[in-house]
């Protein structure tokens, strides 16, 4: 059988991005509070704050299992860091995306912030078509 060994770089990612469950942990308890009322917020706010939250910890996790494909696949260069930090870098942006997208007293509607959930929408495609046709490939 063989046993699975993470690359320096890829220990080093997964490394950092279990760091950022603290913030995701962060985010669960202010949810908490929006759902007791005690944070004013439109229904169009308290759903981009639920979405926020959703996106961060599904992305997260699925970034962590990406690494460890990552390296069992033949992508070098360009194409294996996009298969690394495709997954993370959009967890961080598709959530802030939605986070910062309905930032503002009594908003009803995504503000021009939205693009930062559309780059991060771009950075999951990337991410996860890189390491599965680096799978696909290998």
Same mark, same amino acid.
Request: a positive charge; zero cysteines.
């Given at each position: ?50 979405? /926020? ?6 992305? !997260? &996790?699925?970034?962590?299992? #990406? =690494? @460890?494909? $990552? ?48 780059? /991060? ?6 991410? !996860? &078509?890189?390491?599965?046709? #680096? =799978? @696909?490939? $290998?």
């Amino acid at each position: 059988m063989k046993t699975l060994a993470l690359s320096t770089e890829s220990r080093m990612i997964a490394g950092a991005v279990l760091i950022t469950i603290v913030t995701i942990e962060f985010g669960g308890w202010f949810m908490t509070r929006i759902a007791r009322g005690g944070v004013p917020m439109t229904d169009f706010q308290r759903s981009f704050a639920r979405a /926020g939250h959703g996106h961060a910890g599904v992305l !997260v &996790l699925l970034g962590l299992i #990406g =690494l @460890l494909y $990552a390296d069992a696949t033949g992508l070098t260069g360009v194409l294996l860091w996009t298969a690394r930090l495709g997954v993370p870098v959009a967890a961080i942006l598709m959530s802030g995306g939605f986070f910062a997208a309905s930032a503002g007293r009594g908003a009803t509607a995504p503000n021009r912030f939205v693009w930062i959930l559309w780059i /991060g929408a771009l950075s999951l495609a990337a991410g !996860v &078509l890189s390491l599965g046709l #680096g =799978l @696909l490939t $290998a």
